[in-house]
């Protein structure tokens, strides 16, 4: 394999990894903010209990997100040196904003949190987890930020002299819409997995009748809220949709496997692309125009099919196709499931078959965040910034055999630490609360 | 200007990353040394405990910031470096889960395993950096396309193998002067003991350090252009003889801000010296890069300008006021598995 193709896989492996740690932080934070605030209003100490059971769980997720953002950090540098070089005036900006906003709040009021449950009265210490979640969902935009920059460049200009991109509006870069509907997706769907992870370990315990009463309030606080969020990500997908056509129609046309232009296009729900012969092998149960609706808001809008662009100027159709198809219909139950959840809340018993479904479904919102930034990197190809920089032109002058070593390093270190931190987690969420302090 | 501003700044972050994480890389490196009971081992970990996190976003804020305003000079350290750097990155990731998982399990054997790699990682940290400045402050063989003619042996030099050295005494002296702060009886008595052991060592690298500098690098040239400059270096080492008096009159916040003035000053020392270079070369003068060639647009220096002066005291506050709330020694409360 070449530098190119290991450090594709590289960057992939390590951003999924710190996918899988980032949107529980994101998520969680808030839910316990919530958590602590009922306390402070009611000084009730079983939402004190609550605080600390979902913070313990919080905290032992919250550190291998941080340390695998580092890695993200670095590896612009050390893989992607001419990437770096070519946009860092704009990209690396936003990273550095990134830092002094949002991480240092993050991890100092972590800290101050984690250790100062003694040394600050309660309305205090309540405001320091509101700023770790503040910190946590701001480093989040800058991030994404940076992200729609590749997606969708906008307020730069090339310099000649320089040979990159130069900032030529910042007020264009920060209020890039494309970007910004990336981040209400991206944190909704985190928000969303925080909510479905509250009533998942929730449903385990109510299924074994342990701690009962504790769970019950944890599945009542959850419950509405994984519904609403569930909703929203949604709905802002269909915005983020309709922007993906506007600016990156051969994403679009991977997404729904379009291999022609036309018109009135349909939504077909059953189908199965046959990439070598560039048509579809199935396509069944069509939706007249809806597919047109959703990228255009009209059903007589044009679809640009993949035909249309040279083969080099495609992404992959498979990957993005298979990823946008089964995270959408995640998407779906995630919003049936929550409304089951959301109708059963003060049941006098719920029903197991929820329960256990609920269980049983904690892993697939992380399933469906991690498919979502499938659809968004790999439709992006064969561009690094959309339009302006190919893949293969980013990365750095590296021999191959020392991304190889570091690839199987970065594998080896991540699967030991990701298989310990679930493990982790799932004895210190099966444990339950700790009896009432003091 | 704006680059120079710029310059200054990026040093800034370098040392003050230096300052505050240099204590507890210091810590975990003597953790197996003077950490005989369980006890002392947990205090340790305590009196780095809400700190590192904190301390370490300098390092990503020095990191992002080289990002933003020098991207070239980021694109071609990260990339010429890229296995150092990367034993680094798990360095650090390491040590951030070993202060998370260690007493998440009550087995003899999981605990001292997490102490083994707490130590190795913090040393390698130390080494790692020290070895990584030295071979700055000297050049590294990048041609004019910024591509790396070096290997990791080559930057094993005798240079850099000094700088790793001086790097990890003023770390472990570092540590073991927060652990006075932040301990009481024997664990703090063993603390000062090591202060003691590490301080001739400490002083015999600086000047073994200083001595190969003049040697084998250019940093002298810029301090005999402008003499005034020589008032950094004099200040480093008032420093670091202020820290030796405050030790022994017992005023040890004071020796330990002033040994952190010292690493600050050191940093500042070196980097001054290959001003306006950043990342020179050893291969071609004509491929440094430099403040000029290396920096992003005026825009952006002044945007990003704008966004420090704006953030960085603000973070400086909250982080002082953390610092305070956790500054009295650890108690046996303290140290309680909650």
Same mark, same amino acid.
């Given at each position: 394999?070449?530098?190119?193709?290991?450090?594709?896989?590289?960057?992939?492996?390590?951003?999924?990894?710190?996918?899988?740690?980032?949107?529980?932080?994101?998520?969680?934070?808030?839910?316990?903010?919530?958590?602590?605030?009922?306390?402070?209003?009611? /000084?009730?100490?079983?939402?004190?209990?609550?605080?600390?059971?979902?913070?313990?769980?919080?905290?032992?997720?919250?550190?291998?997100?941080?340390?695998?953002?580092?890695?993200?950090?670095?590896?612009?540098?050390?893989?992607?040196?001419?990437?770096?070089?070519?946009?860092?005036?704009?990209?690396?900006?936003?990273?550095?904003?990134?830092?002094?906003?949002?991480?240092?709040?993050?991890?100092?009021?972590?800290?101050?949190?984690?250790?100062?449950?003694?040394?600050?009265?309660?309305?205090?210490?309540?405001?320091?987890?509101?700023?770790?979640?503040?910190?946590?969902?701001?480093?989040?935009?800058?991030?994404?930020?940076?992200?729609?920059?590749?997606?969708?460049?906008?307020?730069?200009?090339?310099?000649?002299?320089?040979?990159?991109?130069?900032?030529?509006?910042?007020?264009?870069?920060?209020?890039?819409?494309?970007?910004?509907?990336?981040?209400?997706?991206?944190?909704?769907?985190?928000?969303?997995?925080?909510?479905?992870?509250?009533?998942?370990?929730?449903?385990?315990?109510?299924?074994?009748?342990?701690?009962?009463?504790?769970?019950?309030?944890?599945?009542?606080?959850?419950?509405?809220?994984?519904?609403?969020?569930?909703?929203?990500?949604?709905?802002?997908?269909?915005?983020?949709?309709?922007?993906?056509?506007?600016?990156?129609?051969?994403?679009?046309?991977?997404?729904?496997?379009?291999?022609?232009?036309?018109?009135?296009?349909?939504?077909?729900?059953?189908?199965?692309?046959?990439?070598?012969?560039?048509?579809?092998?199935?396509?069944?149960?069509?939706?007249?125009?809806?597919?047109?609706?959703?990228?255009?808001?009209?059903?007589?809008?044009?679809?640009?099919?993949?035909?249309?662009?040279?083969?080099?100027?495609?992404?992959?159709?498979?990957?993005?196709?298979?990823?946008?198809?089964?995270?959408?219909?995640?998407?779906?139950?995630?919003?049936?499931?929550?409304?089951?959840?959301?109708?059963?809340?003060?049941?006098?018993?719920?029903?197991?078959?929820?329960?256990?479904?609920?269980?049983?479904?904690?892993?697939?919102?992380?399933?469906?965040?991690?498919?979502?930034?499938?659809?968004?990197?790999?439709?992006?190809?064969?561009?690094?910034?959309?339009?302006?920089?190919?893949? /293969?032109?980013?990365?750095?002058?590296?021999?191959?055999?020392?991304?190889?070593?570091?690839?199987?390093?970065?594998?080896?270190?991540?699967?030991?630490?990701?298989?310990?931190?679930?493990?982790?987690?799932?004895?210190?969420?099966?444990?339950?609360?700790?009896?009432?302090?003091? | 200007?704006?680059?120079?501003?710029?310059?200054?700044?990026?040093?800034?972050?370098?040392?003050?990353?230096?300052?505050?994480?240099?204590?507890?890389?210091?810590?975990?490196?003597?953790?197996?040394?003077?950490?005989?009971?369980?006890?002392?081992?947990?205090?340790?970990?305590?009196?780095?405990?809400?700190?590192?996190?904190?301390?370490?976003?300098?390092?990503?804020?020095?990191?992002?910031?080289?990002?933003?305003?020098?991207?070239?000079?980021?694109?071609?350290?990260?990339?010429?470096?890229?296995?150092?750097?990367?034993?680094?990155?798990?360095?650090?990731?390491?040590?951030?889960?070993?202060?998370?998982?260690?007493?998440?399990?009550?087995?003899?054997?999981?605990?001292?395993?997490?102490?083994?790699?707490?130590?190795?990682?913090?040393?390698?940290?130390?080494?790692?950096?020290?070895?990584?400045?030295?071979?700055?402050?000297?050049?590294?063989?990048?041609?004019?396309?910024?591509?790396?003619?070096?290997?990791? #042996? %080559?930057?094993?030099?005798?240079?850099?193998?000094?700088?790793?050295?001086?790097?990890?005494?003023?770390?472990?002296?570092?540590?073991?002067?927060?652990?006075?702060?932040?301990?009481? #009886?024997?664990?703090?008595?063993?603390?000062?003991?090591?202060?003691?052991?590490?301080?001739?060592?400490?002083?015999?690298?600086?000047?073994?350090?200083?001595?190969?500098?003049?040697?084998?690098?250019?940093?002298?040239?810029?301090?005999?252009?402008?003499?005034?400059?020589?008032?950094?270096?004099?200040?480093?080492?008032?420093?670091?003889?202020?820290?030796?008096?405050?030790?022994?009159?017992?005023?040890?916040?004071?020796?330990?801000?002033?040994?952190?003035?010292?690493?600050?000053?050191?940093?500042?020392?070196?980097?001054? %010296?290959?001003?306006?270079?950043?990342?020179?070369?050893?291969?071609?003068?004509?491929?440094?890069?430099?403040?000029?060639?290396?920096?992003?647009?005026?825009?952006?220096?002044?945007?990003?300008?704008?966004?420090?002066?704006?953030?960085?005291?603000?973070?400086?506050?909250?982080?002082?006021?953390?610092?305070?709330?956790?500054?009295?020694?650890?108690?046996?409360?303290?140290?309680?598995?909650?």
């Amino acid at each position: 394999m070449d530098v190119v193709m290991l450090s594709r896989l590289q960057f992939a492996a390590t951003v999924f990894f710190h996918f899988i740690f980032v949107p529980l932080t994101l998520g969680l934070s808030v839910l316990v903010a919530f958590m602590e605030t009922r306390y402070c209003q009611t /000084q009730d100490p079983v939402w004190k209990q609550h605080t600390k059971f979902w913070g313990r769980l919080f905290l032992i997720n919250f550190t291998l997100g941080v340390v695998t953002g580092i890695t993200l950090e670095f590896q612009f540098g050390t893989n992607w040196s001419r990437y770096s070089e070519y946009v860092g005036d704009i990209f690396g900006s936003l990273l550095a904003i990134e830092a002094t906003v949002a991480f240092f709040l993050e991890s100092t009021f972590l800290a101050i949190w984690v250790f100062g449950w003694k040394k600050l009265s309660s309305k205090a210490h309540c405001a320091c987890i509101w700023l770790v979640t503040l910190g946590g969902n701001i480093s989040a935009l800058w991030i994404i930020l940076a992200n729609g920059f590749m997606q969708h460049p906008v307020g730069y200009t090339i310099s000649e002299t320089a040979k990159r991109a130069e900032l030529s509006s910042f007020a264009e870069v920060f209020g890039n819409g494309f970007a910004w509907w990336m981040y209400g997706h991206t944190v909704l769907g985190a928000w969303t997995l925080g909510g479905f992870f509250v009533l998942g370990v929730s449903a385990w315990h109510l299924l074994r009748n342990h701690q009962t009463e504790f769970f019950r309030r944890s599945f009542k606080l959850a419950a509405p809220w994984t519904l609403i969020m569930a909703i929203l990500v949604a709905a802002t997908g269909d915005f983020n949709g309709k922007d993906v056509a506007e600016h990156q129609p051969a994403k679009l046309a991977a997404m729904e496997a379009q291999w022609e232009t036309e018109r009135n296009v349909p939504f077909n729900l059953l189908v199965i692309p046959n990439v070598q012969e560039e048509r579809n092998k199935v396509e069944a149960i069509a939706i007249p125009g809806l597919m047109s609706f959703i990228a255009y808001g009209s059903s007589d809008a044009e679809i640009n099919g993949l035909k249309d662009f040279p083969k080099e100027d495609r992404p992959p159709v498979a990957a993005t196709f298979w990823s946008f198809r089964l995270m959408v219909g995640l998407g779906m139950l995630f919003i049936l499931l929550g409304l089951w959840a959301f109708l059963a809340r003060n049941k006098e018993t719920i029903n197991p078959k929820l329960l256990k479904g609920l269980v049983h479904n904690i892993p697939l919102p992380y399933l469906a965040l991690g498919l979502g930034w499938a659809v968004a990197e790999i439709g992006r190809q064969p561009w690094l910034v959309y339009g302006l920089m190919r893949t /293969q032109d980013g990365v750095s002058p590296l021999a191959a055999s020392q991304v190889s070593v570091s690839f199987i390093a970065f594998i080896v270190l991540y699967t030991i630490l990701g298989v310990l931190d679930i493990y982790l987690l799932r004895k210190y969420a099966i444990k339950g609360p700790d009896s009432e302090e003091e | 200007m704006l680059e120079t501003i710029w310059f200054i700044l990026w040093m800034l972050l370098w040392a003050v990353y230096f300052a505050l994480d240099g204590f507890d890389l210091g810590l975990g490196t003597l953790l197996p040394f003077i950490g005989h009971s369980e006890e002392d081992r947990r205090a340790i970990y305590q009196a780095a405990g809400p700190f590192w996190d904190g301390n370490e976003v300098w390092l990503i804020a020095a990191g992002g910031v080289t990002f933003a305003a020098f991207p070239k000079a980021y694109a071609v350290m990260f990339s010429a470096l890229y296995t150092p750097l990367l034993m680094l990155l798990f360095a650090l990731i390491l040590r951030a889960v070993s202060f998370e998982f260690r007493d998440k399990i009550l087995s003899e054997v999981w605990v001292s395993l997490w102490d083994t790699i707490h130590f190795i990682v913090n040393l390698v940290a130390c080494i790692l950096l020290g070895c990584a400045f030295a071979n700055l402050f000297m050049g590294i063989p990048i041609d004019a396309q910024g591509v790396f003619h070096g290997s990791l #042996g %080559g930057l094993l030099n005798v240079y850099g193998i000094t700088g790793a050295l001086f790097f990890t005494s003023f770390f472990i002296l570092h540590g073991a002067l927060w652990l006075i702060l932040k301990s009481e #009886g024997s664990l703090q008595i063993r603390a000062i003991a090591s202060c003691n052991f590490i301080w001739p060592i400490e002083i015999l690298l600086l000047l073994l350090f200083i001595w190969m500098t003049l040697a084998r690098t250019n940093i002298l040239q810029n301090y005999l252009d402008t003499p005034a400059l020589f008032i950094v270096p004099i200040l480093t080492i008032a420093a670091l003889m202020a820290t030796k008096a405050f030790l022994s009159a017992g005023q040890l916040w004071k020796a330990f801000g002033s040994h952190a003035l010292f690493i600050l000053g050191i940093t500042f020392t070196g980097l001054v %010296g290959i001003y306006p270079g950043m990342i020179l070369s050893s291969l071609d003068p004509q491929a440094t890069i430099t403040i000029f060639n290396g920096a992003s647009s005026a825009l952006t220096l002044k945007i990003m300008l704008g966004v420090v002066i704006v953030m960085v005291p603000i973070v400086i506050g909250y982080q002082v006021w953390m610092y305070r709330l956790f500054a009295k020694p650890l108690t046996h409360e303290d140290l309680e598995l909650h």
